[in-house]
């Protein structure tokens, strides 16, 4: 019950305040206050990270199940970082080409 209690107010002060919420430093309560991201992806971030903090959105996208790059597009919109940086879908883009056109 106090875990409810606390999760409320927190979600209630987070709504008043936004801010980037970082998928290697945020609560799962926090995590929740992203758009799209519920308490079931907001566990598996949580215990993705357990195995070590993201590098890079590509690292998120890989280690946490149900994610993909639209995902990870909506919630870089939603105010979700990695390290502190957005998801940059043209940026992920590029760097797949060119790993694509490197390997041929």
């Known amino acids: 019950m106090l875990k409810r209690l606390l999760a409320v107010c927190t979600l209630l002060f987070a709504s008043l305040t ?4 970082d998928a290697n430093k945020a609560s ?3 995590l929740v206050q992203v758009k799209g991201i ?3 992806l907001a566990g598996h971030i949580v215990e ?4 070590g903090n ?10 946490v199940k149900g ?3 639209a995902n990870a597009d909506k919630f870089s919109q939603g105010g979700l970082t ?6 940059k879908k ?6 797949k080409a060119g790993k694509k056109e490197s390997s041929k």
């Not at 993705?48 to 195995?51: D, L, P």
């Not at 990695?82 to 998801?87: A, N, S």
């Not at 043209?90 to 760097?95: F, I, K, S």
């Open 82 to 87: 990695v390290d502190g940086k957005p998801y």
């Open 18 to 21: 936004w801010a980037a919420v």
């Open 67 to 69: 994610v993909g790059k």
């Open 38 to 40: 519920g308490p079931v």
């Open 48 to 51: 993705a990270r357990k195995a």
């Open 28 to 30: 799962e309560a926090e």
């Open 54 to 63: 993201f590098k890079s959105w590509d690292d998120f996208i890989t280690r």
């Open 90 to 95: 043209q940026e992920a883009e590029l760097a």
